[in-house]
C-alpha cells in the first residue's frame, strides 16, 4: 500500500471521500470505519498516538458513498479547507486518489452544516450515516 503521490495533508483539513456503493457494502460491518483507518494509513500517515486528530462526520450512501471527516480541525471551524479523494479497488486493497473540483469545498461544507444543524435540532451527534439517519427519523414520527 503505497501513498498516494504528491498528496501532503497538514491539519486542519476536511476529507471528502467518494466511493462506490458496492464497494462500501464489500467492507461490512463498519465499512465507513475501515475505509477511514485505510484512509488515514495510506495517506495520513497517522499512527494510534494520532488517531484523535481525526474525526468522523458523514457518511452518505447511495449510488456513490460519501464519507466526510475532518483532520485535526477544531470543531467550532465551520469552514475548513477541503480536499476530496476516489476510492478504487485495486485487488483485495483500495487507492485513494485525489481529484479536484472547484465546488467541492463549498458543497463539502455546506453539507456538514446542515447534518450539523439537524444534529443540533435533534440531539444527534457525529458521525452522521443516512442508513441510521432514516431509523432516527422513523423513531421521530412514531
Known amino acids: 500500500m503505497a501513498p498516494t503521490p504528491n498528496t501532503t495533508l497538514n491539519p486542519p483539513i476536511r476529507v471528502f471521500i467518494r466511493i462506490?456503493?458496492?464497494?462500501?457494502?464489500?467492507?461490512e460491518?463498519?465499512?465507513d470505519t475501515k475505509l477511514i483507518g485505510?484512509?488515514?494509513?495510506q495517506i495520513l500517515n497517522t499512527n494510534s498516538s494520532e488517531i484523535d486528530t481525526i474525526r468522523h462526520l458523514i457518511t452518505k450512501v447511495a449510488r456513490h458513498a460519501m464519507i466526510v471527516l475532518d483532520y485535526g480541525v477544531p470543531a467550532d471551524k465551520c469552514e475548513p479547507p477541503v480536499v476530496a479523494f476516489d476510492v478504487k479497488p485495486d485487488g483485495s486493497?483500495?487507492?485513494f486518489n485525489e481529484f479536484h473540483n472547484s465546488r467541492i469545498q463549498r458543497l463539502v461544507n455546506d453539507t456538514v452544516k446542515v447534518w450539523a444543524d439537524q444534529n443540533s435540532r435533534y440531539g444527534w451527534q457525529?458521525?452522521?450515516r443516512t442508513d441510521l439517519r432514516k431509523n432516527q427519523q422513523t423513531h421521530l414520527l412514531k
Open 29 to 31: 460491518p463498519n465499512a
Open 20 to 27: 462506490p456503493s458496492r464497494l462500501l457494502d464489500s467492507y
Open 126 to 128: 457525529f458521525p452522521s
Open 93 to 95: 486493497d483500495v487507492l
Open 38 to 41: 485505510m484512509f488515514s494509513a
